[in-house]
């Protein structure tokens, strides 16, 4: 913007000096004679001074627009930064609130029916590993402690029509912390879980040989 401002005066002042010159030719009465010659000459000057303003109009304006579009890289580099940056953020913030109905849903059921609340707290760790909320899988950690040390470990029936082992068969399918490996954070509680997850087996196994 400054360098046209700057174009713009020098072509202002370059025009005030030809027309102050052309005002004294005129008031002094200077006579000027033109032969042929002059007039060539004068005319290949002229196109030579206009062309090579021309060009470097051009030169300017390609620099111009050249910096522009950098800009416009730019800004659009970082705008696609940002917005990554937020799309990330919102599906982490889902994970998390998917991770907490799970969680509450699991609570509700903890005493009545403890191993559909074990699926649930299952699902709630699951998403919670994707929302890399740390605070969140360790009280879902505590949680499973609970719910088998609590319940599942005092479960003395063999009835499959009482309430406590509803979803008792669905345990082995959908527990697996196959489930759990894509997420990074999963290393560092895989063996804390998969201890439960097996105590939570062989309780199976003893309560179908009844």
Known sequence: ??????????L????????LLACIVTWLRVDVYITND?????????????TTLIIGFQIFNFIENSNKIKKIESLQLELNTELKKAQIERK????????LVARA??????????????ISLFRS?????????TEVIKKILIDIHYAYNRYISQINTSSLTDPKLTHIDDIDDDCQTSELNS?????????EYTEVFNKIQEKIKKIKKK
């Open 1 to 10: 913007m400054k360098k046209t401002i700057a174009l713009i005066k020098w």
């Open 12 to 19: 202002s002042i370059s025009a005030f000096i030809l027309s």
């Open 38 to 50: 002059t007039f060539v000459g004068l005319m290949t000057g002229f196109m030579g001074v206009s």
């Open 92 to 99: 982490q913030n889902e994970y998390k609130m998917t991770s």
């Open 105 to 118: 849903h699991a609570m509700s059921q903890i005493e009545r029916q403890p191993f559909t609340a074990f």
């Open 125 to 133: 760790l699951k998403y919670a590993l994707l929302s890399k909320d």
């Open 183 to 191: 997420s990074a954070l999963f290393s560092l509680i895989k063996d």
